[in-house]
């Protein structure tokens, strides 16, 4: 390799690592990742919960890493980064490697633009937000890509490595699989390879996997992973879904749709050139070729499977190489129409700074903001993990529909309402009729939850009930008789939690209508946005609309009325909720607040021990001067 080119390629390598570490943070579904490396390495098995064998993850071969790394003695979050990290760097060089190859042997001509265009797809990669975003977020996409690289690289020059390498790619993500296929696929067609050298290929890519099925099938007793129950179906709402995170990455990075249209012109030129061009010596146009197919047939996967509930375009990473390995030829192809001069090598690099200048800053606020919330949510996690194993001294259990950095840092029992981790709510979910949401884990069963009768269940978003899940639970009688609000200090501000009272359970009732579950929902968000007065008159919505034991309708009103400075309608309903339900301790705060305005003594000392009672950590870190 020329010297001043690999100097340039060390450049590229170290502007990936600083964009990387720049946006550094954890997405929380790693952390479901290293609860398995935890609990392995603690000697429960490979299991997310003790003694509950349940394969919640899909990326064996990751946690694998993660395992032999954190056994050594690094930290297992650090690990991943590094792996990550690694993973990128290795995914540029490869990268470069498969563009000399896709430019032909005039790439590799140091006297040609050819040489130096061959940068030109690890140097977009390198600027590319959502690859180091993934990267450095913890998931095996940092793994991923490199191995699906490293598959495509060998398959145009050593074809047994090809399917080793395939095969470690779907040991990290069942995606590796569709590459794979792509790959036989591409030979089939265009190699015009003997049904002999296509079965040899297959034949072997299966045996190197068969041992991990069979420990699946043993270990598991199921050949699919658990998420695959919990998100996969096939109907208009996934492909609408789907269509609709393609469209976002389009926007972002496939300059809304012009770099597909440029494959299009791609394929065209590659026919014209005759079936002759793609034979077994002619490489460049093999890996053309190639490249075409993994852009349309992934992406069509991808559309087909609705996207990913994750924002950052995930799923779209393993496509990103190839389109910019498309433009790195049509800016040699660019640079072929004008003789040796200036031009020739300042209209391609004009063009290649435009493109870099869009891809790092076109889509960086969103990022920004996808990342900020992301961090957010891990720390609060975290936060409120700590927080629970305070709270009780033995083991205790939870029900939450974010799982990821409460399991890690909890020790306690996580059910997951979503049903990644959880066999049941995967395979066996309800369908309530007014309960719709456009999330791809939308499969939930109140019922089952309630039954495991865990001592307390989290929210994402505290009291909102936002997911399915969340909303469903709200129909049931067990939990609005059995559980309370609990409030949690996280910094200056009041967590709300659902802690379990003491005593048996009464019958467990299902509400029939749905409505009042969505209305308590928009209440909570009319309140955070100040909008008071439209949140009283949805709660009164409620109140009428709704289940006659749901004293939460009751204890909303006595804070908005509150808030608002009408005490005497607060009060009215603040003695009506805690006679409806005695563990309500916002509306024993409000009483506490109105006696305290008129100087009754004994009201307030009182109101202040129900809290203490119920509520002990209500007043903890001067947590009762916010607005809970």
């Excluded at 003594?601 to 009672?613: F, M, N, Q, S």
Aim: aromatic residues 14%; charged residues 20%.
């Amino acid at each position: 390799m020329n010297k001043k080119i690999l100097a340039v390629l060390l450049v590229v390598l170290v502007l990936f690592l600083a964009h990387a570490v720049s946006l550094n943070f954890i997405q929380d579904d790693a952390f479901i990742s290293y609860r398995y490396v935890k609990n392995f390495l603690a000697g429960r098995g490979l299991v997310f919960n003790a003694g509950e064998r349940v394969e919640g993850y899909t990326n064996f071969l990751w946690i694998i890493l993660l395992a032999l790394f954190t056994a050594l003695g690094v930290n297992t979050i650090l690990a991943s980064k590094i792996l990550g990290l690694a993973g990128g760097c290795l995914s540029l060089v490869l990268l470069y490697r498969i563009g000399r190859i896709l430019l032909g042997e005039e790439g590799a001509d140091r006297t040609s633009p050819a040489g130096w265009i061959a940068l030109a797809p690890p140097l977009l990669m390198a600027v590319n937000g959502a690859f180091a975003y993934w990267c450095i977020s913890g998931l095996e996409s940092g793994l991923f890509v490199p191995l699906i690289l490293a598959a495509v690289y060998f398959s145009l020059t050593r074809e047994r490595l090809m399917v080793l390498c395939a095969a470690m790619a779907t040991l990290v993500r069942p995606e590796g699989a569709l590459v794979f296929a792509i790959l036989i696929f591409h030979t089939l067609l265009f190699r015009k390879a003997g049904l002999k050298k296509i079965l040899l290929s297959v034949t072997a890519y299966a045996a190197l996997l068969l041992p991990y099925l069979i420990f699946k099938a043993a270990y598991y007793g199921d050949l699919l992973p658990n998420p695959f129950y919990a998100k996969t179906g096939f109907s208009w709402e996934y492909i609408r879904s789907g269509l609709d995170y393609f469209w976002r990455f389009l926007k972002h990075y496939g300059l809304w749709g012009g770099l597909y249209l440029l494959t299009l012109i791609g394929w065209g030129r590659q026919a014209a050139s005759g079936s002759g061009s793609a034979t077994e010596r002619n490489i460049p146009a093999r890996s053309r070729r190639l490249a075409l197919l993994m852009i349309w047939f992934y992406s069509l996967a991808v559309i087909l499977i609705g996207g990913d509930v994750l924002l950052g375009h995930r799923f779209f990473l393993p496509v990103l190489p190839f389109l910019y390995l498309l433009i790195g030829w049509g800016l040699f192809r660019l640079s072929g129409l004008f003789p040796p001069g200036p031009l020739r090598r300042g209209l391609p690099a004009a063009v290649l700074a435009a493109l870099l200048a869009m891809t790092f800053f076109l889509p960086r606020s969103w990022l920004l903001t996808v990342r900020q919330a992301e961090f957010g949510l891990g720390r609060k996690m975290a936060i409120t993990a700590a927080e629970l194993d305070r709270l009780y001294d033995g083991p205790f259990s939870v029900a939450a529909s974010t799982i990821g950095a409460l399991s890690y840092y909890s020790r306690a029992a996580v059910i997951d309402m979503l049903g990644l981790t959880d066999p049941v709510i995967a395979r066996n979910p309800e369908q309530i009729p007014g309960i719709v949401s456009s999330w791809r884990e939308k499969k939930y069963n109140g019922r089952y939850v309630l039954s495991r009768d865990p001592e307390l269940i989290i929210f994402s978003t505290g009291m909102k009930p936002s997911a399915p899940a969340e909303r469903a639970l709200l129909l049931y009688s067990e939990f609005r008789d059995h559980y309370y609000p609990y409030y949690l200090p996280r910094g200056s501000l009041l967590q709300v939690i659902f802690r379990r009272k003491p005593g048996q359970a009464a019958e467990n009732r299902l509400f029939p209508d749905a409505e009042f579950a969505n209305l308590f929902n928009q209440v909570l968000s009319l309140e955070s946005r100040g909008l008071l007065s439209l949140a009283i008159e949805k709660t009164d919505q409620i109140i009428v609309q709704g289940p006659e034991d749901f004293s939460w309708a009751y204890d909303r009103m006595a804070s908005l009325h509150f808030m608002m400075k009408n005490y005497e309608e607060a009060k009215r309903f603040a003695l009506k909720t805690v006679q409806m339900d005695d563990y309500c301790v916002l509306s024993h705060y409000v009483l506490k607040g109105i006696y305290l305005a008129e100087g009754d003594t004994a009201g307030v000392r009182r109101e202040h021990d129900k809290i203490l009672r119920y509520n002990p950590e209500f007043f903890r870190l001067n947590a009762a001067r916010s607005t809970p």
